[in-house]
């Protein structure tokens, strides 16, 4: 399953399938971009992050792909499972100093 | 290694009390942020602290006021509250200041209700 454009904020998938989250960023001069999730009631936990000199960087089950030409970011989760719902947000840092620009984020269902 | 904690997790205040919202992190991390979450809004910075002694506003910090008590806690305080800063608040740690900041962790977020 894959989410699509800025305002998609759901996304339903089967267990067991690939997802991809995607997000646009707003700022061509970002040069490091987060992926968190956030569980229901819980606050948003570090998933994977990227710098602008990289187009890819993965992690256990997770890969962050980001194109700088189109300034779009995607979050790959491969055989998603049922523990893996939640609202994922993408991060951007301008470079203007250290703070963190946000998306609205993306709720990820898995049917079992 | 608690990571950021804060308290407390649930709060119901009248219009114009006061409050306090306590943040701690025991990761030695130079940065603190608070911030705010709304439906459809994400999340929005109210105040944050590149290090210990400073304090900038961010986003939306107008109602709040900041207190970085010393390299561990940084706390939030609404002096007379409103229906409007109905919200959950969270705050996060980082562990460079300035413009090298890294990854922020977060809290477990304060759910404030104000009537």
């Known amino acids: 399953g894959e989410s699509v454009g800025l305002h998609l904020p759901t996304l339903s998938v089967q267990e067991g399938d690939n997802s991809i989250i995607n997000c646009a960023y707003s700022?061509?001069?970002?040069?490091?971009f987060i992926w968190y999730k956030q569980e229901s009631g819980k606050g948003p936990q570090f998933i994977i992050d990227i710098r602008s000199n990289m187009d890819k960087r993965q992690g256990q089950r997770v890969t962050v792909l980001l194109n700088k030409t189109v300034k779009h970011l995607s979050l790959q989760i491969a055989a998603t499972q049922p523990g893996d719902s939640a609202v994922y947000f993408c991060?951007?840092?301008?470079?203007?100093?250290?703070?963190?620009?946000f998306g609205e984020g993306t709720q990820l269902t898995v049917n079992p | 290694n608690a990571g950021v904690t804060q308290t407390p997790k649930f709060q119901v205040l009248k219009t114009g009390q006061s409050m306090t919202l306590q943040c701690a992190q025991d990761?030695?991390?130079?940065?603190m942020y608070w911030y705010r979450q709304d439906p459809g809004m994400g999340l929005r910075l109210i105040y944050y602290?590149?290090?210990?002694?400073?304090?900038d506003k961010g986003e939306v910090p107008n109602g709040y006021n900041v207190s970085r008590l010393n390299k561990r806690e940084f706390s939030l305080r609404l002096e007379s509250a409103a229906p409007s800063q109905t919200s959950v608040y969270f705050c996060?740690?980082?562990?460079?200041?300035?413009?090298?900041?890294?990854?922020?962790?977060f809290g477990p977020g304060t759910r404030l209700t104000v009537l």
């Open positions: 991060a951007e840092r301008r470079p203007s100093g250290s703070r963190l620009t």
């Open positions: 996060a740690s980082s562990g460079h200041s300035g413009r090298a900041a890294d990854t922020q962790y």
């Open positions: 602290s590149a290090s210990e002694g400073t304090t």
């Open positions: 700022n061509s001069a970002s040069d490091y």
């Open positions: 990761m030695n991390h130079n940065s």
